[in-house]
């Protein structure tokens, strides 16, 4: 009766030792596909948006945003997430004069080459080399904090995507109400807790007594907890709520592709959407989208760190692709990478997977899939946008010293409260070399302006300096 599972077991580990390095599940199948879905909270209400607003075709952009998420998780071999670029979908859709489509891929290209011109030549690297910790920590901080605010919003309040305007104080019962929201926020809480692993397992050389016994099995309970899909279970349920919602949108349905075609761009239309588009957004992409990114996956998997060229240049090919075709310009960002990290991700299978279920879709229903993600509750979206952003926010615990904090927080606080990556980092910047400038000697035999850098007593101050600018 033992030898058909050992001989299945054998076949299983003889199949999975096929797969790329990138590939191989680094916990279970059910955990990878609900880090998948972790990103949807940001992803789906700027894609439908930008869908109902600017006319953006849905098929398309599943269908290019899952080869992206494909050959990403076949490259990196981490959850590395395929996100809208945020302050062009802004710009699209909530200025008076929207954006038209041609204006949104002009935006796009003109964004993507430029990180393709800093990935290329390198410079990109020198950036995240050279960039001051806590400067990018407090961009990772706002960014996070910016996803926490806009997801306690989307729970709390109706929001019309369209004119992107918030309505009144979501109703308690309904479809769409609170009390949604409130479930599947308990319930994630209670499966993935604060994001914790518990890898440790008690001795079993000996009998666990007392304290010792109810902590392994509070630790079993927790590891039961943890293998749960919850993001995946709470996302089914979102989706099982539009037909629920509103069952005429079966009628809506129609099978198959949306058909390719290349748009033309004119020469208004690419100074129209380099001037309010991507101005604002390539600071985003290289700060959020790269220099983030590369650092949010050090921590996480400090042996699959990413480097800035490679990310960089990702972006710029990716879109240098898609956007020809009409599908909405795209980049990395740390934000969908500490929600995927937070509910399972580990490995490249998790956005394989999400770019297959992507491709499906796109293949099988096309633009008129619209309909349906049109009737998904906001508030549950909400709630998945909350965990990702409190993951990144929680990415700048390691500030240890008071100087550093102080850099941080002043980053943070300048880049939400104007509502610019771009400003917080360069007062971030100015703020870490007035720091530094305190620690000149200002001697009589000084040259120049009278000021010179202190020398180290010791090799760890060194080593402090070395490492607050790494």
């Known amino acids: 009766m033992e030898e058909p599972a050992s001989d299945h077991s054998t076949i299983r580990n003889r199949w999975l030792r096929r797969l790329p390095a990138t590939l191989r599940l680094k916990t279970s199948v059910f955990a990878e596909i609900s880090g998948a879905v972790g990103d949807l909270g940001t992803y789906i209400p700027i ?47 909530a200025e008076s004069t929207h954006l038209t489509l041609p204006q949104i891929a002009a935006a796009g290209l003109s964004t993507a080459a430029v990180l393709l011109f800093l990935g290329a030549t390198g410079l990109m690297s020198v950036l995240y080399r050279y960039l001051p910790l806590p400067v990018v920590r407090g961009i990772q901080l706002s960014q996070g904090l910016s996803f926490a605010f806009t997801a306690i919003k989307y729970i709390r309040y109706n929001q019309d995507l369209v004119t992107s305007k918030t309505g009144e104080p979501r109703s308690w019962l309904g479809f769409d109400g609170l009390v949604i929201a409130l479930i599947s926020c308990l319930f994630l809480i209670l499966t993935t807790g604060a994001g914790d692993s518990y890898k440790e397992e008690p001795s079993s050389s000996e009998p666990l007594r007392g304290s010792e ?10 590891r039961i907890l943890s293998m749960i899909p919850a993001a995946l279970i709470v996302f089914l349920f979102g989706f099982l709520i539009c037909f629920l919602r509103d069952l005429s949108v079966l009628k809506y349905l129609k099978f198959g592709p949306s058909k390719l075609h290349i748009l033309r761009i004119t020469w208004e239309d690419w100074k129209i959407g380099f001037v309010r588009a991507a101005i604002p957004q390539i600071p985003l992409s290289v700060l959020n989208s790269v220099i983030a990114v ?47 990290y937070r509910f399972g991700g580990r490995s490249g299978a998790s956005v394989v997977f999400l770019g297959i279920g992507k491709l499906v ?20 979206l909400g709630v998945l946008l909350l965990f990702a952003g409190i993951e990144l926010a929680m990415a700048s615990k ?21 509502s610019s990556a771009a400003l917080g980092f360069g007062v971030g910047i100015v703020l870490f070399l007035l720091l530094k400038l305190r620690e000149f000697d200002c001697s009589s035999s000084s040259s120049c302006l009278g000021f010179q850098w202190m020398k180290p007593k010791s090799n760890a101050v060194e080593d402090e300096a070395t490492h607050f600018l790494a």
């Open 47 to 93: 894609v439908l948006t930008l869908t109902l607003v600017s006319h953006l075709d849905l098929g398309t952009t599943l269908i290019f945003t899952a080869l992206y998420n494909i050959v990403t998780g076949l490259l990196f071999g981490i959850p590395m997430p395929v996100q809208p670029m945020k302050s062009i979908a802004a710009v699209a859709v």
């Open 361 to 380: 879709l796109g293949l099988a229903f096309g633009n008129s899939f619209a309909q349906v993600l049109s009737q998904f509750p906001i508030g549950v």
């Open 294 to 340: 590369c650092k949010l996956s050090a921590d996480l998997f400090p042996d699959r760190e990413v480097s800035a060229m490679n990310v960089s240049v990702s972006v710029g090919i990716m879109n240098f692709i898609g956007c020809w075709f009409g599908a909405m310009p795209v980049c990395h960002g740390a934000g969908g990478l500490a929600g995927q």
């Open 213 to 222: 016994s109810r902590s392994g099995r509070r630790i079993r309970r927790l």
């Open 398 to 418: 390691d500030m240890n010293s008071k100087e550093e904090s102080f850099v941080m927080l002043v980053c943070a606080a300048v880049s939400l409260t104007g």
